[in-house]
């Protein structure tokens, strides 16, 4: 627990993002997770995912944006992969973040950009997903995904076991139709918005599974843990629910064993695949959810 939040406050130190972005050697590492700094790389993963059966999910790296042009620059770069997802006819979608795309600068910005981006997705027959970031960004985030939906039907949302509100967002948003991913949440959240132990937020998720793999919409179950996954396979084989109503979703570099033995056995699995050069807190994150990866960096940075 205090290697997990001493990595996750690490993750918003920006003078040390700033030193260890220069360190060649410090790059080398983040492969692990993230797919490459360009386009064709990350399409390179992609490419190889379709070709053993698993679908992905574009993220373009960035969060926090502090001014217009930097997020109208996101809307361009998402313009592009989904280009790229059309011509190369990639079974894959896009991820976008609220505050890559201007949330922190006003709520109508953000609006205006996602719209530009589900839009697009929509004219490719691609679907959008908005993650869902720290709880200070719920609210907004939700609102604006509403008023996204009300236009178009390519997008969805994240949900995260973690929060206490999470039970009666989720009611209300099967009610409306819409889709949800289903995650543990990643953030470092205070107990008065949070569950702080792990136990709880795992019998969460598992009630707030069972929801949505009951109201028959397509939903994806992001997760990496085992007991979640065996949850939902014997919650949908008793219930009689299809293997093709739902997938699962993982992380580019995480558990691929297990992604491929699920995609194997029938399911539908998807893959979030992210790159781009701003890194960092992504990668943090990654490494406070599990601190026996800090060895892997380590070993991997003192290697040739
Ligand atoms: C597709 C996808 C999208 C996501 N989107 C969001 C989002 O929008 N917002 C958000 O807050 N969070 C998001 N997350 C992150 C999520 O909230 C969790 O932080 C993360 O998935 C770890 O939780 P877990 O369910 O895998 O379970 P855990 O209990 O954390 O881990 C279970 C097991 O999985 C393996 N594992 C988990 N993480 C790692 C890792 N980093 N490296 C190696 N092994 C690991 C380990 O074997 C571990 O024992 C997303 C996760 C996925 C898979």
């Given at each position: 627990m205090v290697a997990k939040n001493a990595l996750l406050y690490l993750s918003r130190q920006e003078g040390?993002?700033?030193?260890?972005t220069k360190m060649k050697i410090f790059n080398k590492v983040t492969k692990r997770f993230v797919a490459g700094?360009?386009?064709?790389?990350?399409v390179e993963v992609v490419?190889?995912?379709?070709?053993?059966?698993?679908?992905?999910s574009f993220d373009h790296l960035g969060e926090?944006?502090?001014n217009e042009a930097e997020a109208n620059a996101e809307v361009e770069e998402y313009a592009r992969i989904l280009d790229t997802i059309n011509e190369r006819d990639l079974k894959c979608g896009v991820s976008i973040k609220p505050t890559q795309l201007g949330l922190d600068i006003n709520f109508d910005l953000f609006v205006k950009n996602a719209s530009k981006i589900v839009e697009k997705a929509a004219s490719c027959k691609r679907f959008v997903r908005i993650d869902m970031e720290d709880?200070?960004?719920?609210?907004?985030?939700?609102?604006?995904?509403?008023?996204?939906?009300?236009?178009?039907?390519?997008?969805?949302?994240?949900i995260q076991a973690y929060l206490y509100r999470s039970k009666a967002d989720v009611e209300a948003l099967l009610k409306e139709g819409?889709?949800?991913?289903?995650?543990?949440?990643?953030?470092?959240?205070p107990a008065s918005v949070a569950f702080p132990k792990k136990s709880d937020t795992d019998a969460n998720y598992i009630v707030l599974m069972q929801?949505?793999?009951d109201s028959g919409i397509y939903h994806g179950l992001a997760t990496h843990d085992?007991?979640?996954?065996?949850?939902?396979?014997?919650?949908?084989?008793?219930?009689?629910?299809d293997k093709k109503a739902f997938e699962f979703q993982m992380l580019y570099g995480v558990r691929r064993d297990l992604q491929e033995k699920l995609a194997r056995e029938g399911y539908n699995v998807r893959v979030y695949v992210p790159y781009g050069s701003h890194w960092y807190p992504y990668f943090m994150r990654r490494l406070a959810e599990r601190p026996a990866n800090v060895w892997f960096v380590l070993k991997n940075m003192f290697k040739g």
């Open positions: 040390l993002k700033n030193v260890l700094e360009t386009i064709e790389q990350a490419k190889e995912l379709n070709s053993r059966g698993i679908a992905a926090s944006i502090k709880s200070g960004h719920t609210d907004a985030t939700l609102q604006a995904f509403r008023q996204l939906r009300s236009k178009f039907d390519n997008v969805g949302i994240v819409a889709s949800i991913r289903l995650c543990k949440g990643a953030y470092d959240e929801m949505m793999l085992e007991a979640m996954i065996n949850a939902a396979v014997e919650y949908t084989a008793k219930k009689g629910i």
